[in-house]
């Protein structure tokens, strides 16, 4: 190696600017790329990983209901961001996912949904009470028991038995019968921002743990 050294520098020696860089471009051009190219690589990764980080979610809203704009989707997520605890790495997620007239877009929400299902990122469902029976029978959602009794006092009116969604479903070989939904009928922020919610219901995601941030959400639409 040092011998290779030597005779590299005797070449430069004799070499003018311009000659030194063509020869440094014609035989190390590779070598300087991949040490670029790896450079670039940590600093992207330093810069996501510890400068700025991704925001994660703090709570994630699954919409099955009637098709909204873009725009009601992402006001709602923005209006419940009050709730979030650290704006600043933490985000409110609201995705729809009801069926639009694109087969292609269909299609790339099916695998959204499967995947987020998968990863456990959605926690509560907002959707019709014939929603909240379809997905009750893919085993999607629990019973909101947990929810209601951690609703506060100004907001035990949502645990109204004719705001209970209460029914007998069909889910792995046998029939259960248990309250799946909770209305969120007059809720003032849903009907300021346009939204029907005279059928609409929040239902709890079968392996969610963030009743408190649905809780939260809860309170949001409804103050």
Known sequence: MRDFLRAEWAKLRVMTLEEKWQYFWEYYKMQFLIIVGSVAIVIGLINVWFINPARSEYFHVAWLGDLLYEEQINELAYRLEVIVEDPSRQQIVVTSYTATYDA???????????????????????????????????????????????????????????????????????????????????????????????????????NSERVPQAVQALEVMFE
């Open 104 to 206: 292609r877009v269909n299609a790339s929400l099916q695998v959204r949904f499967v995947a987020n299902m998968t990863m456990g990122s959605i926690d509560v469902f907002l959707t019709s009470a014939r929603g909240v029976y379809e997905i009750a029978g893919q085993g999607f959602i629990r019973p909101v028991h947990d929810l209601v009794a951690a609703l506060p006092d100004w907001l035990l009116f949502l645990a109204d038995e004719d705001r209970l969604l209460e029914f007998s479903y069909y889910h792995g070989g046998e029939y259960t019968f248990d309250v799946m939904g909770l209305s969120v009928a007059g809720s003032p922020l849903l009907a300021e921002l346009g939204i029907d919610c005279n059928d609409l219901y929040i239902a709890l995601v079968v």
